[in-house]
């Protein structure tokens, strides 16, 4: 089973998903399919928090995918409808030629079994590599849905990138033997 997840801390979440955002965009570069989704994080003006937004990866569709809940909100602010709408649209977009699935997160929908959950099951069925991002928080989750002992990566893209070359075209492969 080709599934990794990239480990990274509370506070490095902006980072982990920078780092996902890179990867898929120089992997679309190469002409790989894609399936999943990568998140970006935009500020807003006099919000204390930003606004979630999801790129699916083989449509490019961006869903805006936090609630405004107020600028003196805490607490969980995703919209479970919109991260709903991105899975189905990373789950309908599954086929054999695809190359990798990338979940942002594995986080909490995850864990409750909802989220990202079916599309990782599916590629896993299909034999296509799987990446996610998951903090400490949920660890213990993500190693109880991928059984045994996960792949985890460190958040450092040489490792990341090195991953996914293994898994896309083979671990003798490297990345002068990769289409460009």
């Not at 296509?128 to 849905?145: E, N, R, S, Y």
Request: a negative charge; charged letters at 20%.
């Amino acid at each position: 089973m080709r599934v990794a997840a990239i480990l990274y801390a509370a506070d490095e979440g902006p980072a982990a998903d920078a780092l996902l955002a890179e990867l898929a965009w120089r992997l679309r570069e190469r002409g790989l399919k894609l399936a999943g989704a990568v998140q970006s994080n935009v500020s807003q003006p006099g919000q204390s928090r930003c606004d979630i937004l999801l790129e699916d990866l083989a449509s490019g569709r961006v869903v805006q995918a936090s609630e405004n809940r107020g600028p003196m909100a805490s607490g969980c602010r995703l919209d479970a409808g919109a991260l709903e709408d991105i899975v189905g649209l990373s789950s309908a977009s599954l086929a054999p030629e695809t190359a990798l699935v990338i979940v942002n997160k594995f986080s909490k929908r995850e864990a409750e079994g909802h989220g990202f959950r079916p599309l990782i099951e599916q590629a896993v069925v299909l034999g296509i590599p799987v990446l996610a991002a998951v903090k400490p928080a949920h660890l213990d989750a993500w190693t109880q849905f991928v059984g045994s002992t996960p792949a985890l990566l460190p958040l450092d893209e040489d490792a990341v990138r090195h991953w996914c070359d293994a898994a896309i075209f083979g671990a003798a492969s490297n990345e002068s033997a990769a289409p460009r």
